[in-house]
Structure formats: C-alpha cells, structure tokens
C-alpha cells in the first residue's frame, strides 16, 4: 500500500515538473502517459518499440494490384518497412537514452514536446543534433546527403511516388543548403548556420509538423 501511494506521489510530481518545463499541460500530459504506458507497460520505450509504433503511424500504401501478401516472408516484410526502420531509428537518436538504449516518459515527453509545440529555434537544434551523429557540432555535406537519403526514401515508401533516384534526389536537397549558405561541398555547417537555413525554409518544419499531426 506504501509503495502503491510513493508511485502516484511520484508521477503526480512528475506531471507538474514537466508541465512546468514542457509545453504540455497536466492533462495533455496524462493522455500522453496513458498511451505512452499502453504501448510501454514497463514505463521504458526501446528502439525496437519505437520502430513498431512508427510503422502503426505511417502505413505502407495498399497494392494497388490487391495482391495476398499474408504469405510473404518476414525478410520480404522487413524490406519494405527498411525505411520506416531507418527513419525511427534516426528520429530515436534524438530521444535521452539509459545505458540500455531505453527512454522513459520524461525523456519522450520533453522531446515530443520541442518537435510539436516548440519554436523554429528548438525544432531545428533538435533536428540538428539527430542528423549530428557523433556530436561533433557540425554537420557535413554527406550528413545531410545521407539524412535526405533516408527521408525521401520514406516519403516515396508511404505515397508510392517514385519521383526520381532516391540517392540523386538527396544530393540535390543537400546542394541546395550547402548552396544557399555558400559553403563548399567539403566544409561545414554549424547549429546556427542549420538555424538561419530552417529560418529560410519554414516549409521544412511544415513537412514535420505535418508528419507529427499523424501522432
């Protein structure tokens, strides 16, 4: 019974500290925790996890042939959703993570808090700590190249548009920022060149938003 009253005690302190530091309200934040606990009883979400419930947002498009696909293999099934895994598991790298590579709900909560409600400012650090892998504190042509490759990538998965070679595609996206800040391919970008840049192309912060409306 004591321990059962120390846990209410504790998530109600919970709640009011990250109402205090996130966007969220007290009963945004219990709807939240709800779902949060309904996909992660155990109060810890994994990579893995995080991947399933990405999958369960963005669906592959039905075949348009209506062919039975029950049958396939898992390594059939496992192709199709690489992007989905690839972009989770970029989207993952922004959550706090323990030892065991597990975020808990204030870890989520506080990052899904910058990526739906926060400011340009705040989306586009985050942004750039993901697409940052070792932490370096810049970001270089073939940083972005890559993260292009992964988005567009999922973008044709989940609407079926193959809209040119996904590689190319990226490489140009990756062009134009480098171009537009007037950097060389082999130099640099920093947090606030990346900021100045989302500052410029607000319709990237749309496209996100557009994507986290599906949440």
């Known amino acids: 019974m ?17 109402s205090q530091k996130t966007q969220f309200t007290e009963e945004d934040l219990k709807s939240w925790n709800l ?38 293999p898992t390594a059939v099934e496992d192709i199709s959703f690489k992007p989905h895994n690839d972009l989770s598991h970029l989207i993952f790298r922004g959550f706090p993570t323990s030892q065991d590579n597990t975020t808990d709900f204030k870890g989520f909560a506080t990052v899904l808090s910058v990526i739906c409600r926060g400011s340009i400012e705040g989306k586009s650090e985050w942004l750039f700590g993901i697409i940052d892998s070792r932490g370096s504190g810049s970001i270089s ?37 480098f171009s537009s800040l007037s950097r060389g391919k082999d130099g640099t ?10 500052r410029q192309n607000e319709e990237i912060v749309e496209l996100l938003d557009m994507f986290l409306s599906r949440v």
């Not at 309904?38 to 348009?64: D, H, M, Q, W, Y």
């Open 2 to 18: 004591g321990s059962r009253v120390s846990r209410v005690k504790i998530e109600s302190d919970l709640l009011t500290q990250l």
């Open 189 to 198: 970008l920093s947090c606030g060149d990346f900021t100045s840049w989302i």
């Open 141 to 177: 042509y073939q940083n972005l190249v890559d993260t292009f490759t992964i988005l567009v990538s999922f973008i044709q998965s989940i609407t079926g548009h193959k809209d040119g070679v996904i590689y190319e595609l990226a490489k140009q996206r990756a062009d134009i920022v």
């Open 35 to 72: 779902a949060f606990l309904s996909e992660c009883p155990n109060g810890r979400l994994s990579e893995i996890e995080f991947a399933s419930i990405f999958k369960k947002l963005f669906p592959l498009p039905v075949l348009t042939d209506k062919r039975d696909t029950s049958n396939l």
